[in-house]
């Protein structure tokens, strides 16, 4: 809960300081490839890719001729599946995001070419596990958490890369690599084990003042 209040008093500090700047605001919206990587002692696990949904608010504050500073806010879902011998077993989970990019930017005669990065915030909402062991299926919802019955840690910290292009009608369109760094599995003595999340994402945006004048 109150890594939840940190994560929302940052953005409301983001919006005081983008609303002193010369800034444009815009919202996304797009899709994610995204997967998961379990080790525990020896043993190591990649899952395969799972769709999912994304979207949200950005912005964009100049910070010199060619760089500017983007932070964002968004829903994304990641996750993963796996498939074994004819098992399957399909892991969705929704997060609350806050990247927070810095990129150059360059500029064409049709709009706007930008590469970054920087480091990403995300609380975990909810979960989904659904399987299917070949005779029987099912699904089991996930908690986020630090206690004894937490499926997985709610707070995750990233390493953000994105590149796109601005059109100066105000249109644009993204793609980002996020990788976590910190190791969301529960505290287990008896069950040694890590977890990192890591997803594709491309976006579609506009920009609300972006427009050439």
Known sequence: MKKNLCLFISFILLINYVSAQKAEIGLTAGATSASYKVTSQSLSMTSKMHVGFTAGLVSSVPIGKNFSFMPQ???????????DEGATDKVTLNYIELPLNFVFNAHTSTGTSFIGAGPSLGIGLSGKDRWNDGTESGSDKLKFGSGDDADLKSFEAGINVIAGYQFKSGFFVAANYNSALNNIAPD?????AKYHNRYFGIRFGYMFNGKAK
């Open 73 to 83: 806010l968004n829903f994304v879902q990641k996750g993963g599946k796996l498939n």
């Open 188 to 192: 287990d003595p008896e069950f040694d």
